[in-house]
């Protein structure tokens, strides 16, 4: 699961200290999506990155997968983020290596054989859909197509749980249906927590069981999906 517990973030200190997130609780159960949603600026990013450990809470706690990653010595921090997929507004791809090897990227240096690495990638790709894009380049791939190249490298050290920060975002209606179609998959056949981070209600109401609305660092509702009542 993925669980914050009265987190706070400050950033700066003394007269310009920069309050930019207060007493924010999250609960994700493992296949479930939960969503943080807010316009910008409500600190959403903030708080992704308090959860995949690029940022260190000012005070709360952070669990993901069971373990308690709050005070992490800098050391652990990479094995630790292991656990964590990473979905991005815009897939992040290298424009110079083929579909396989974008997916096969999060496996070097891991030790992993040459031919489990293809095994996998081989299964990851199949998840997604993209068996027959192997060996095709990022840039002949539709918007869609790239961003679920990006969950199947995000899905390569087999994390239990995603973060997907605005996946959705620069994508037209039929594709972003087709993304979320995906991550709804997922959180089932994986049994994943995923928490995804958007500013658009609309896909919310599309993917999430809870969510949690973000207001200048506050949540100011949050619940199962069908229950809640305010616009973000
Ligand atoms: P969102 O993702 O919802 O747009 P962010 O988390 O990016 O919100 O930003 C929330 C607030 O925190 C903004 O006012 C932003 O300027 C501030 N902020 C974000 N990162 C930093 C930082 N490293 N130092 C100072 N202020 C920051
Ligand atoms: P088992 O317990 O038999 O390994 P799982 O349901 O855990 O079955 O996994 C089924 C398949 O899905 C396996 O081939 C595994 O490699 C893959 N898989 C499981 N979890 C993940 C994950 N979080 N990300 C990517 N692949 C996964």
């Known amino acids: 699961m993925i669980r914050v517990e009265k987190l706070h973030k400050t950033f700066g200190t003394g007269t310009r200290a920069r ?50 990653v709050t005070d992490l010595p800098e050391r652990d921090l990479r094995h630790a983020r292991r656990a964590i997929g990473t979905v991005f507004q ?20 891991l030790g992993v054989t040459a031919r489990e690495e293809k095994r996998r990638v081989a299964e990851l790709l199949e998840r997604v ?5 192997a060996d095709d380049y990022p ?54 927590a995923i928490l995804l981070i958007t500013h658009e209600m609309e896909v919310v109401r599309e993917v999430a069981d809870t969510a949690a609305l973000l207001r200048e660092g506050r949540v100011i509702e949050s619940g199962a999906v069908h229950q809640l009542v305010a616009d973000p």
């Open 139 to 192: 840039a002949q791939l539709s918007g869609g197509q790239r961003q679920r190249v990006g969950i199947a490298r995000a899905l390569a050290l087999r994390p239990k749980v995603l973060l997907s920060d605005e996946a959705t975002s620069g994508l037209d209606p039929a594709a972003t249906r087709s993304v979320l179609a995906l991550l709804r998959e997922l959180r089932t056949d994986l049994d994943l």
């Open 19 to 68: 309050p930019v997130l207060h007493d924010v609780d999250l609960n994700i159960a493992q296949g479930t999506i939960g969503a943080v949603v807010g316009p910008s600026g409500a600190g959403k990013s903030t708080l992704a990155r308090c959860v995949n450990l690029l940022e260190r809470p000012t005070s709360g706690r952070v669990w993901v997968a069971g373990t308690d």
């Open 129 to 133: 859909g993209l068996t027959d894009r």
């Open 90 to 109: 815009s897939a992040n791809l290298l424009r110079r290596r083929t579909v396989a090897q974008n997916v096969a990227m999060p496996l070097r240096h």
